[in-house]
């Protein structure tokens, strides 16, 4: 890594000398003197509100630039930063490309700026964008959905990614988020980290009716509980909860119809065609944050069945599947906790116009509603 | 082709279906193939969230081995040969893996086999649905496809459980051959569609990405046909010898060993029309339409063939034997290392362009690669030499190793005068998308298991196939052996071979 600072103004033209010298600076050739290869597949537009976001974002940008070169443009608001104009940092991160000899090479602008300079970022992103590449902005902890920063931000870019998991006002901020598609002029993509990092539970629901033969069951859902740990001094992840029951309920098209806060947890309703469905989702101490369990019960005319799935030691679950009059397949698989590059990287990937989670937020926001008395 | 009912939970996930229960039953169960190739990609299927939760594999074999003797070897074949061991869901896979002694002649081992699927059934709840994968020589297909008949172990119905049977290269040894084993296989036991003929070139994604890049993208395909495209060359080299196969080889030779199947597909692959559909029946269609257009440059083949057998000689640093010198080759083999060919389509996108197709064995490097050669531009605005070190523009297909793609085009050297040289634009899959890709194996045992024969080869492919290699090598049988060795290791073929190519005023690509 090569870093240099840049002079007190921000001039686009400069800073892309700067990148092209370090990308030919020595160091960065191959053993056989050969230029290294600059490479990127997205934009990505990162906002640090806080200190604490910008280490950690440069830290997750390393990893990510094995799999998802970018052009990286870390925007970042420094409250206690005195008045002035924005300053720029730029670096470039090169490693060899398998037995081809080539090195390849991202590259990461820096922009640093006080609370009243941030009005600023937005155009001074804009200029270095790399054109004809998608823009993604990722906003770590909290976005700000009413600053007008996050919107400027947004304008040249066709996805938001947020992590739910971070939301202090968590009930707030998702009914918020799930308005966003709606307003005019925006046309973005909204993903969710905690979403990427539920893949794994999703995957192995939806696998229990991947069998032909099984799809009536779906049919035939009564009960699903959800059990949450919080470990000591933590937080539940209740998010990971109402995701899953807003992703059931949009896809199995039901609607919701109860919301009831209990001392461990809620008790949620809704109805589906020829019956009703209860969600239990019980939060208790637990060493690992989010789900650790989830249960779905079915009633058919041959009785009842049961489809479980469980965490146990990391980056493994059991599925149980326990038909009406069949002996019950027990199973260990691959239930992995994704690291925050790894979810970036499947955020980045999600096709666009995919609505999936869109549409399950937007049923996470019926229910609170319901809850609200609105 | 089992038609599943959408699953409103798959939406916007990456897998789009899982198979529905079953039982895969390897034939072979103790040969390298299981071990190397078939064991770690269901593992790996396993370990991917892949397979469903009423999942069982029965190993079958002569050897006298027990559940637990099978299930230590293949985790030793996983640790070795896979990836991502994770010892908690090795087990629980390994609890639903079996093994079932017999010989493949056996009645009353088919009998045994019979009674433990149907107490796996009970007991997994698979449901009586079936892959059997023959890993076995070819010499022993029919027998146990029959066996497996009489022994009431396939269901050709349309309802109930299904039963598919997948069956490795070679299809035969030549066109009768195949034509026989098709006949055989097709006439009382299974139906096509239960026949699932495996090339495990077709399940790597930078083949199946030859597809994504003609018929994904606007900018290829119209410049894709004879009027833009002055040749084209296929290349399969390898730098390695027979490898412990010569009893294999030598009756095949490099013709049968890749031209008949993976360069057959690769050539269909590159030169068919687009599909309707991206499904079975509308892929083959147009791959087998390639194959009849096939059209042979001459009358005699030594005008339009070469092949070879390589020497001694020096690959990487290291001295390697010659073929004739190789553990169980004999001393006095004819069989042939390198084969090059030209051929011809006759049809409306193709006439008049040459395809020229080479393949040996201890080549300088391995490389897989299609190059589309264009044909220079009709008037060339730049004069007095300016243009004398352009070469003409090649897209490059690679398909291992470094797989990506590479176009040649010509640029102005900076400067006052003007001056041309050909410049290469590279992109590498292993740069835009990092992720290892899954091996092909794992790819094709999944189709198997979820009844998609996209990238199984139909039965008229491999005939048509055979008839074109058969011509060659009847025309071969009536031409003087080549005096062997012709070519040493570490060079890119015989003599031969240049010669055929250059008299058409072009040379084999450098690579």
């Known amino acids: 890594m090569v870093a240099q600072p840049t002079p007190d103004t921000i001039d686009v033209a400069r800073i892309e000398r700067e990148l092209l010298a370090l990308l030919h600076a020595p160091e960065n050739l191959s053993p056989d003197g050969q230029q290294a290869a600059r490479t990127h597949v997205v934009n990505l537009v990162a906002v640090a509100t806080a200190e604490a976001h910008r280490e950690r974002i440069l830290a997750t940008l390393d990893r990510?630039?094995?799999?998802?070169?970018?052009?990286?443009?870390?925007?970042?608001?420094?409250?206690?930063?005195?008045?002035?104009?924005?300053?720029?940092?730029?670096?470039?991160?090169?490693?060899?490309?398998?037995?081809?000899?080539?090195r390849i090479c991202v590259e990461q602008i820096v922009l640093e700026s006080s609370a009243g300079g941030a009005r600023q970022l937005p155009s001074i992103v804009l200029g270095l964008l790399l054109a004809d590449l998608p823009v993604v902005v990722w906003w770590p902890g909290e976005p700000a959905l009413r600053d007008p920063l996050l919107y400027d931000l947004l304008e040249p870019a066709y996805r938001l990614i947020a992590d739910s998991a971070e939301f202090i006002h968590l009930e707030r901020s998702l009914t918020a988020l799930s308005t966003l598609r709606r307003r005019p002029g925006l046309a973005i993509d909204l993903v969710d980290l905690t979403w990427q990092r539920l893949t794994p539970w999703r995957d192995l629901i939806a696998?229990?009716?991947?069998?032909?033969?099984?799809?009536?069951?779906?049919?035939?859902?009564?009960?699903?509980?959800?059990?949450?740990?919080?470990?000591?001094?933590?937080?539940?992840?209740?998010?990971?909860?109402?995701?899953?029951?807003?992703?059931?309920?949009?896809?199995?098209?039901?609607?919701?119809?109860?919301?009831?806060?209990?001392?461990?947890?809620?008790?949620?309703?809704?109805?589906?065609?020829?019956?009703?469905v209860t969600f239990r989702l019980r939060i208790s101490a637990g060493a690992r944050a989010g789900i650790n369990a989830i249960r779905i019960q079915t009633r058919g005319r041959r009785g009842a069945s049961v489809f479980s799935l469980q965490a146990q030691e990391a980056s493994v679950g059991e599925i149980r599947v326990a038909l009406a009059g069949q002996s019950e397949i027990v199973r260990q698989t691959r239930l992995e906790s994704l690291n925050e590059a790894e979810l970036l990287a499947s955020a980045i990937d999600t096709l666009r116009g995919e609505i999936v989670f869109e549409d399950a937020l937007e049923e996470v926001a019926a229910f609170l509603a319901l809850s609200s008395g609105r | 082709m089992a038609v599943a009912q959408a699953n409103p939970l798959r939406a916007g996930l990456r897998v789009e279906r899982t198979p529905e229960p079953c039982v895969v039953v390897i034939f072979g169960a103790t040969g390298d193939l299981t071990r190397r190739k078939l064991v770690p990609a269901l593992y790996s299927l396993a370990h991917e969230r892949?397979?469903?939760?009423?999942?069982?594999?029965?190993?079958?074999?002569?050897?006298?081995?027990?559940?637990?003797?099978?299930?230590?070897?293949?985790?030793?074949?996983?640790?070795?040969?896979?990836?991502?061991?994770?010892?908690?869901?090795?087990?629980?896979?390994?609890?639903?893996?079996?093994?079932?002694?017999?010989?493949?002649?056996?009645?009353?081992?088919?009998?045994?086999?019979?009674?433990?699927?149907?107490?796996?059934?009970?007991?997994?709840?698979?449901?009586?649905?079936?892959?059997?994968?023959?890993?076995?020589?070819?010499?022993?297909?029919?027998?146990?496809?029959r066996n497996l008949s009489e022994g009431g172990l396939i269901n050709r119905a349309d309802t109930g459980p299904w039963t598919r049977v997948v069956i490795e290269k070679p299809f035969g040894h030549d066109l009768v051959s195949a034509q026989r084993l098709n006949r055989s296989l097709l006439s009382h036991m299974l139906r096509e569609r239960q026949v699932f003929r495996i090339d495990h070139y077709l399940g790597k994604e930078t083949v199946q990405n030859i597809l994504a890049l003609r018929f994904a993208n606007v900018i290829f395909e119209p410049v894709w046909n004879g009027t833009y495209v002055e040749h084209v060359q296929i290349t399969v080299a390898e730098s390695v010898g027979v490898e412990g196969r010569a009893g294999y080889y030598e009756g095949a030779g490099a013709i049968r060993d890749m031209v008949q199947n993976h360069m057959m597909q690769l050539l269909a692959l590159v030169a068919m029309e687009p599909p309707t559909h991206f499904d079975a029946d509308a892929v083959r269609d147009e791959k087998i339409k390639v194959l009849r257009s096939v059209e042979f440059p001459g009358r005699s083949v030594g005008e339009w063939t070469a092949r070879g057998q390589y020497g001694p000689g020096t690959i990487a640093g290291a001295s390697v034997p010659a073929y004739r010198q190789e553990t169980g080759v004999a001393p006095d083999s004819g069989t042939e290392t390198y084969v090059s060919l030209k051929l011809l389509l006759n049809n409306w996108r193709w006439a008049g362009t040459p395809f020229y197709l080479r393949h040996g064995k201890r080549l300088p490097k391995r490389i897989t690669e299609v190059a589309i050669a264009f044909k220079k531009v009709p008037h060339m605005l730049f004069r007095d030499g300016a243009a004398s070190n352009l070469e003409q523009n090649v897209l490059a297909l690679r398909i291992q190793p470094d797989e990506g793609i590479s176009i040649r085009f010509g640029a102005k050297v900076p400067g006052a005068n003007v001056r041309l040289r050909s410049v290469n634009m590279d992109f590498l899959y292993g740069v835009a998308f990092g992720a290892d890709p899954a091996d092909a194996y794992e790819r094709l045992l999944l189709d198997a298991m979820l009844g998609d024969q996209t990238l199984f080869i139909r039965r008229d492919e491999v005939e048509q196939a055979w008839s074109i290699v058969s011509h060659v090598m009847d025309g071969w049988g009536k031409l003087l052996p080549i005096s062997s060795p012709n070519y040493a290791s570490g060079t890119w073929g015989p003599e031969e071979s240049d010669d055929l190519i250059r008299r058409d005023g072009r040379a084999w690509r450098r690579l």
């Open chain 1, 64 to 102: 990510l630039s094995d799999h998802h070169p970018s052009r990286a443009i870390i925007a970042t608001v420094d409250p206690t930063r005195p008045a002035g104009r924005p300053e720029a940092r730029v670096q470039v991160h090169c490693r060899p490309l398998g037995t081809t000899g080539m």
């Open chain 1, 207 to 276: 696998q229990f009716w991947d069998d032909r033969r099984g799809s009536t069951s779906l049919r035939q859902i009564e009960r699903i509980e959800i059990d949450l740990c919080r470990p000591p001094g933590g937080r539940s992840q209740r998010c990971e909860a109402l995701l899953i029951v807003g992703w059931l309920v949009s896809r199995l098209d039901w609607r919701p119809t109860g919301f009831t806060r209990l001392p461990d947890g809620y008790e949620m309703r809704a109805k589906r065609r020829g019956g009703d």
């Open chain 2, 50 to 145: 892949q397979l469903p939760p009423n999942f069982a594999l029965v190993g079958v074999a002569r050897r006298d081995w027990s559940d637990d003797e099978f299930r230590r070897e293949m985790r030793a074949g996983v640790e070795r040969f896979g990836r991502n061991m994770h010892p908690a869901i090795w087990e629980s896979f390994e609890r639903h893996t079996y093994y079932c002694q017999s010989s493949f002649d056996d009645p009353d081992g088919y009998a045994r086999l019979k009674e433990r699927l149907a107490s796996i059934d009970r007991e997994r709840g698979t449901g009586g649905n079936r892959v059997f994968y023959l890993a076995t020589g070819p010499e022993n297909f029919l027998e146990i496809t």
